[in-house]
């Protein structure tokens, strides 16, 4: 009897390490999580790596070490959904070779980092960074609508537009 792996786990392996390697964002929900929120990330030695719930870095949704979480990966292009694949998370330690290997990837993916000298002792400090380590499960394509209410936010929207404003546009319109 083989050891190899069947050909459509390979696939799905396959499908996964190239289509979140060329995404910009992913797609996370944590096990508790109410919504999958978008997160950058580094692919690297075969799992997505993620840094925040820092001052200035995103928010992580409910990730827990030695959690599960479901990632959606989106095209680049397109914007459309790739694939949704299971996910084991994983906290890593600031004082092991593992997080010093992360962190490196990381940092040369930040875009807008303030102070990029200080970020591995910033994130070392006050930071969480984690691997999601494919599974090998990848969900089957959905069948209904994936529409969500949106996440709580401060935000507010905008006030109405003044009523005298349209004339005042148009006044200055004439007179240019």
């Given at each position: 009897m083989s050891s190899e792996p069947p050909a459509q786990a390979l696939f799905d392996q396959a499908l996964i390490e190239e289509a979140t390697k060329k995404s910009g964002l992913i797609w996370v929900r944590g096990a508790d999580a109410p919504a999958a929120r978008p997160l950058w990330h580094v692919?690297?030695?075969?799992?997505?790596?993620?840094?925040?719930?820092?001052?200035?870095?995103?928010?992580?949704?409910?990730?827990?070490?030695?959690?599960?979480?479901?990632?959606?990966?989106?095209?680049?292009?397109?914007?459309?959904?790739?694939?949704?694949?299971r996910a084991s998370v994983h906290r890593l330690d600031p004082a092991s070779p593992e997080w010093q290997a992360a962190v490196a990837e990381l940092k040369g993916k930040r875009l807008n980092a303030p102070g990029a000298e200080e970020i591995p002792a910033r994130w070392a400090r006050d930071c969480t960074v984690l691997r999601l380590v494919p599974t090998g499960q990848v969900e089957p394509p959905p069948t209904g609508s994936l529409a969500e209410p949106p996440l709580p936010t401060p935000a507010t929207t905008r006030v109405p537009v003044p009523a005298a404003l349209p004339r005042l546009l148009a006044r200055r319109r004439k007179r240019g």
């Open positions: 692919w690297h030695e075969g799992a997505a790596l993620l840094v925040g719930d820092g001052p200035g870095e995103q928010p992580l949704p409910a990730l827990t070490d030695g959690g599960a979480a479901e990632v959606a990966v989106r095209s680049k292009d397109k914007g459309g959904r790739l694939v949704t694949w």
